[in-house]
């Protein structure tokens, strides 16, 4: 079956350290997402990839960085210049261009905490 | 700038009809999407609508009106299991990207 995997669950971090956070798909996409979600508020995009070896800064980029060596691959690195790492963070694709009508398929999440 | 509002929280009873209601101003509009999140999980996709009118899926329903900005998600015949965060999204033109409003917690009581 085609989905998006992303891991691990739970993650926990220390203070100063740099941690990478996992999204394959086999749905052969061509576009991937990193959103961010914290409580009470909505999904905040991070970076995006609308094709291997290209990608592009979300709303919240600063502390992140990203990389798309790989159509079905899509590691976000929380690195120590983001200050306020705790959160749940969605990995998602969807096929490029404007048609798309069904929406994302979204990953199960890592929780990321900072202890 | 980008802003898409929707209520906090909305109680229901089971058995019930429920409408969340979704207003955005985005620098453009190529599509809104409702999504369904339960706690701790990923969002599923629930509607799409791009054209203004009603779209019905099952006991769901979605509508669009663009000239106002306004959407609506319609749950029909209210059941236990759709306690969750519903998600309106708008795609703004251009790639697929979009963006999210903060959510309706909506929980069903019996």
């Known amino acids: 079956d085609g989905g998006i995997t992303q891991s691990p669950k739970y993650l926990f971090r220390k203070e100063g350290q740099n941690v990478t956070l996992s999204c394959e798909q086999n749905?052969?996409?061509?576009?991937m997402y990193w959103y961010r979600q914290d409580p009470g508020q909505g999904l905040r995009l991070i970076y995006y990839s609308q094709i291997v070896n290209d990608f592009q800064k979300g709303d919240i980029a600063e502390g992140y960085s990203v990389s798309r060596e790989k159509k079905e691959s899509f590691p976000l690195t929380v690195t120590s210049a983001q200050k306020n790492p705790t959160a749940f963070y969605l990995c998602?694709?969807?096929?490029?261009?404007?048609?798309?009508?069904?929406?994302?398929?979204f990953g199960s999440g890592t929780r990321l905490t900072v202890v | 700038g980008q802003n898409i509002d929707q209520p906090t929280e909305m109680t229901a009873t089971e058995g019930a009809i429920v409408q969340i209601n979704c207003t955005y101003q985005t620098s453009g509009f190529n599509g809104l999407f409702w999504y369904q999140q339960h706690a701790g999980e990923a969002p599923t996709f629930l509607s799409y609508n791009v054209l203004d009118g009603l779209e019905e899926k099952g006991r769901f329903s979605s509508f669009l009106s663009r000239s106002k900005g306004y959407s609506y998600l319609l749950l029909k015949e209210l059941q236990m299991k759709d306690s969750a965060s519903y998600l309106c999204?708008?795609?703004?033109?251009?790639?697929?990207?979009?963006?999210f409003g903060a959510g309706t917690r909506l929980a069903v009581h019996p």
């Open positions: 999204a708008v795609r703004p033109g251009g790639y697929n990207k979009l963006i």
């Open positions: 749905l052969n996409h061509d576009a």
């Open positions: 998602a694709s969807s096929i490029a261009g404007t048609g798309m009508s069904y929406g994302y398929t």
